[in-house]
């Protein structure tokens, strides 16, 4: 397939995400329509919606220095933004991403924006340095975050806001968990240095492959040896504090890695719900995999009334609905998908899940509260609020994590039930 046809449907992807839906969803719609995409041509429109999301702030400033008022035409719009990310960010030929834009741009609107695609094209080209340089003196464009993104950030953390939105930015690492039932993390790195992919250990049992390849590639993916996991995403099991014999609660556990990896610490009674039907075949995907068994069930956490037998757990994980503002180097969609106004209606959704699921815990029992958010309102304040409603809730410990080079955005806070 032609490149500029690449183009275009990286370009439909962006105005899909105008439109609401989630970049997994749209990537995945635009694959099935287009199936006979090489592995090549896969990777190339992957990149396209990825980067252009992850820099749009960059590109539409760069775009109305060359284009002052936004075009009548969104799609040839949308499709400038993809062919300067292409410029900037890929090693694609500059003269094939222009001559390729031109000619998907002879396809739109009749052909009357070729000259103008090719004119701000070549003007970028000529006055790239200026154009970048404008960009990068403006707050909105360097950041690539939402005004009202930034905002927050700086009240939440006013030492830390710029290193957050750099964290964000950029591509995320490759960090595997190894499946402590199949080997050690000194067995798998071996392994991996044999197939020849640097990596190193970070800890638990994390590692880091230098440069980040297919899952197929990684040794042992396919038996169960290993698991694509975030060493921030790691620390939740370890936190629960798991014993051999405990009936566990995972609310929310899909696509099922914290759920696989609380089965590869010890041996439990594992109770796996999410609402999703498809998102919960995916917990099972994962489990079978990893040759571990849970009870997997399709379910409201928050409506215990509808699924749960009466018998108390021992241990909770309460991974509840979130921002996601913590992952968005792996979801860049996340932040033009966001409003100002979700925070409260996830408020709500999180107070009422933490309170359904408090109930089902054992006296003694430990709930750990996890988002994968950075802002206070869906974490400290939440813990805070929650407190002061249950009177035999203690927080034993809390932390958050922000987006760095090791890890992504977490927040985590572990209570026990006198």
Not at 10 to 32: F, K, P, S, V, Y
């Amino acid at each position: 397939m032609a490149m500029h046809h690449i183009q275009q449907m990286a370009a439909d992807i962006l105005g899909r995400i105008e439109e609401g839906t989630t970049l997994t969803e749209a990537l995945a719609d635009a694959q099935r329509q287009q199936a006979g995409l090489s592995a090549a041509e896969r990777g190339a429109l992957q990149d396209l919606s990825y980067g252009s999301l992850r820099h749009l702030g960059v590109l539409r400033h760069c775009l109305r220095q060359l284009v002052p008022n936004p075009l009548p035409e969104p799609r040839v719009e949308r499709l400038l933004l993809v062919a300067l990310y292409q410029l900037q960010h890929t090693r694609a030929a500059p003269y094939a991403v222009v001559n390729e834009a031109v000619t998907q741009a002879g396809q739109l609107a009749r052909g009357k924006f070729k000259g103008l695609v090719n004119g701000v094209l070549r003007n970028f080209q000529r006055r790239r340095d200026e154009v970048l340089a404008a960009a990068a003196a403006d707050e909105a464009a360097w950041s690539n975050h939402p005004d009202w993104w930034v905002a927050r950030l700086k009240a939440a953390y006013p030492g830390e806001w710029r290193d957050v939105v750099d964290a964000s930015n950029v591509h995320p690492p490759l960090t595997l968990r190894v499946n402590r039932r199949r080997g050690s993390v000194a067995d798998y790195l071996a392994r991996l240095e044999a197939a020849g992919m640097a990596a190193s250990a970070l800890g638990g049992d994390a590692v880091r492959v230098a440069k980040p390849v297919a899952v197929r590639e990684l040794p042992g993916f396919a038996d169960g040896d290993v698991s694509v996991q975030d060493e921030g995403a790691q620390r939740a099991a370890h936190w629960l504090d798991l014993a051999p014999g405990l009936r566990v609660l995972d609310a929310c556990a899909a696509p099922g890695g914290k759920t696989g990896h609380m089965l590869e610490l010890a041996d439990l009674e594992v109770v796996a719900l999410d609402i999703d039907a498809a998102r919960l075949a995916r917990v099972g995907d994962n489990l079978e995999r990893l040759g571990l068994n849970a009870s997997l069930r399709q379910a409201d956490a928050a409506r215990p009334q509808d699924w749960w037998d009466g018998k108390p757990f021992d241990r909770i994980l309460a991974d509840v609905p979130c921002s996601a503002s913590g992952v968005v180097r792996r979801h860049p969609d996340i932040k033009w998908l966001r409003r100002p106004g979700d925070f409260a209606a996830l408020g709500r959704q999180q107070a009422a899940m933490a309170d359904a699921l408090w109930p089902l815990l054992a006296s003694g029992g430990k709930m750990l509260y996890a988002t994968c958010s950075i802002f206070p309102e869906e974490n400290r304040q939440q813990l805070e609020s929650f407190l002061a409603r249950h009177p035999d809730a203690a927080c034993l410990k809390q932390e958050q994590l922000l987006p760095c080079e090791r890890h992504d955005g977490f927040y985590y806070a572990l209570l026990a039930k006198s």
